[in-house]
């Protein structure tokens, strides 16, 4: 009997993040590093007596990874106090050669905050608890595939003392595809910023608190009560580094405790690791508790004043309101203006294309032509920014009516990507440009020659005939005549003949 309650109880999820992004500078936060890794790099060769916490090595931090920090405090909406503060978090773990990390503790730059977004098109808005600058740690390889069954683990410094910034959440998510749509719009909130690569390997890490709680305590707002979230177990998932990856964990996670629960077992508070080849969750150690890590004040780094030099920090105008605009000033449906505004390089694309087009044409050629033909060859818009004049003439051969645009999308564009011409070089070799009304003529004239079955079949009424003389004429002129003009000269023709 208590197991069938237990089977039937209505359980929900609680979810908060902890998001590490990488911002974009070109030095590393505390020395004059590069973040930039060299292609094939040796381990450990990007680094100096500051980033290998040799003894004696001072930090000095980084203007412009402070500068990144603000912009992201200022799109989320958090207070940015006017001074802050760095602590070391210790802990005794191979990637962190001073056995410490130098983060921030009770006076992170950015303070609150929230980040609307939608998912399953139903609009949601998380609180954002707080945002803090840190030092990336170094990055470990474990021989042989997963953490747990590894013979031995490399070390490489190169990626330490990377600017992170981490994002943590309230527990406002209530399931993993949540969670997945949040994370895809801060990534895209970030890239405007543009204080952040996503293409740079491990620039994007996710640790994720998951508990489970009894839906009725779920008040209809989606607020829980404290009390309900502190006496509920939860577990910390960490290695998660894609917002897939974050769906899958947390999926997954999900089950396994409501599982646990409804066979009458407790969750264990503990750290899970993320393994992504085999799709499971295992459990690493008993999770720290924040006095475990002695976070004490970095002396070695003076307190930082932002007051005076935040308000001068401008941020771009950001994905929602470009979309709002995009809808207003060009007049585009929902869909064209959300593909259009997908990152800030199309966007800024569709805006120098649609300087000079009519706007609704521009976002066909952007949004539906080139978006779908680039996405075909795994490339983006940063692949063909540098060609902006040859697809604005491309696009002005159709609109002048001088090639038709099933030629333009179907020769012209794809030649153009995948052979690197110019549009006037593919239309004069493939003789695309329009024929003319001779032309047409002597087409028709060689149609209705070769084809003395289709024309009967058009005298005895047979409604395909002329479509498939038209195609006939069509294919002659190698699509480049028009259509209309095709038929009115054939039905012409045909009742001459008759
Ligand atoms: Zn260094």
Redesign the pocket.
């Given at each position: 009997m208590t197991a069938q309650t237990a089977e039937s109880r209505d359980l929900a999820a609680v979810i908060g993040l902890e998001v590490h992004v990488q911002l974009e500078t070109e030095?590393?936060i505390?020395?004059?590093?590069s973040t930039t890794a060299e292609e094939d790099e040796a381990p450990n060769t990007?680094?100096?007596?500051?980033?290998?916490g040799l003894p004696g090595a001072l930090p000095v931090l980084n203007e412009g990874a402070v500068e990144a920090a603000v912009k992201v405090g200022k799109a989320l909406g958090s207070e940015i106090p006017e001074q802050t503060r760095f602590h070391r978090k210790n802990y005794y773990y191979p990637d962190l050669p001073k056995n410490f990390q130098i983060t921030q503790y009770d006076a992170p730059v950015c303070d609150g905050g929230e980040l609307d977004f939608s998912v399953a098109g139903e609009h949601r808005t998380v609180r954002i608890e707080r945002a803090h600058l840190e030092e990336d740690p170094g990055s470990l390889t474990h021989a042989g595939g997963s953490i747990d069954t590894a013979d031995y683990t490399l070390v490489d410094y190169n990626r330490?003392?990377t600017p992170l910034m981490e994002i943590v959440t309230a527990p406002d998510f209530r399931g993993a595809n949540e969670a997945r749509a949040f994370l895809a719009k801060l990534t895209e909130v970030l890239e405007y910023l543009g204080v952040f690569d996503a293409t740079r390997d491990g620039s994007l890490r996710v640790d994720a608190n998951l508990s489970i709680v009894d839906a009725d305590d779920v008040a209809d707002d989606g607020s829980i009560a404290t009390q309900v979230l502190e006496s509920a177990n939860r577990t910390e998932v960490k290695n998660i580094s894609s917002h897939k990856g974050a769906e899958k964990a947390l999926a997954y996670e999900e089950t396994r405790q409501k599982n646990a629960i409804r066979r009458g077992r407790e969750v264990e508070q503990e750290t899970r690791h993320w393994d992504e080849s085999r799709g499971i969750t295992v459990s690493m150690r008993s999770k720290e508790a924040e006095k475990d890590y002695r976070y004490f004040r970095e002396a070695d780094l003076p307190p930082l004043r932002v007051s005076g030099w935040k308000e001068e920090i401008d941020i771009p105008e950001l994905p929602d309101a470009r979309r709002e605009r995009f809808r207003t000033e060009y007049g585009l449906d929902a869909e064209s203006a959300s593909k259009l505004t997908s990152t800030k390089q199309v966007a800024d694309f569709y805006e120098r294309i649609a300087e000079a087009f009519d706007p609704g044409l521009a976002a066909t050629w952007v949004a539906d032509n080139l978006l779908g033909e680039l996405h075909y060859r795994d490339l983006d818009i940063t692949d063909v920014d540098g060609r902006l004049d040859e697809f604005t003439r491309l696009i002005e051969l159709v609109d002048s009516e001088e090639i038709t645009t099933k030629n333009a999308e179907e020769i012209v564009l794809r030649r153009m990507l995948d052979e690197g011409l110019t549009p006037d070089e593919i239309v004069e070799d493939e003789g695309l440009g329009k024929t003319d009304d001779d032309a047409v003529a002597a087409a028709v004239e060689e149609a209705i020659e070769e084809n003395p079955e289709a024309v009967s079949d058009y005298h005895d009424g047979e409604g395909g005939a002329l479509n498939f003389l038209v195609g006939q004429v069509m294919q002659k002129t190698r699509g480049s005549a028009d259509p209309a003009t095709v038929n009115e000269q054939l039905t012409a023709r045909l009742s001459e003949s008759n």
């Open positions: 030095t590393k505390f020395c004059g590093c990007r680094t100096c007596p500051v980033c290998l330490a003392g």
